[in-house]
């Protein structure tokens, strides 16, 4: 294969930061949640005192964990794809349908971009219950997660990694 473009390259290495850091967030808001989801058993069940927050602690942080999660998965070639008919293609048609799940895909995400800012910008007034924080702060989670997931999506469409079809029994 050709050695990238300058451009691609400033690509590649944006990506693999801002997708790191995604990965290592969504890790956290992973461990935040389990945690935050113990307290609550805790305080439920061996203090009897149940707190108002945690439910909705618990569900915000695990809607943000998917959607900066989802850069990961992105990167890692976990794209919508057909398997059968991506091994059958060699050469150009493999380029053509890799251009074309990348196409959709990037069509998706963007789509998820626009909507998602409109959404959490209509709802900035409301609050969440137990937390009395923005309800725009959970929502926001499905713009940021897609941005980040279209830099790996086009970083996936520039450097394939193929360990999802590679691993796949």
Known sequence: MNRPGAAVRLLLAVERAVTKASVCAACCLLAAAACIGFYQVLARFLLAEPVTWSETAVRVTLIWMSYLGLAGAMRAGALVSV???????????????????????????????????????????????????PVSWAYAAIPAGAAISILAVLAHFFDPKREELENAV
């Open 83 to 133: 398997d059968v008919l991506y091994n059958m293609c060699r050469g150009r048609a493999r380029r053509v349908l890799q251009a074309a799940i990348a196409a959709s895909t990037l069509a998706l995400l963007s789509i998820l971009v626009w909507y998602g800012t409109i959404l959490a910008q209509r709802v900035r007034f409301q609050t969440l219950a137990g937390l009395e924080v």
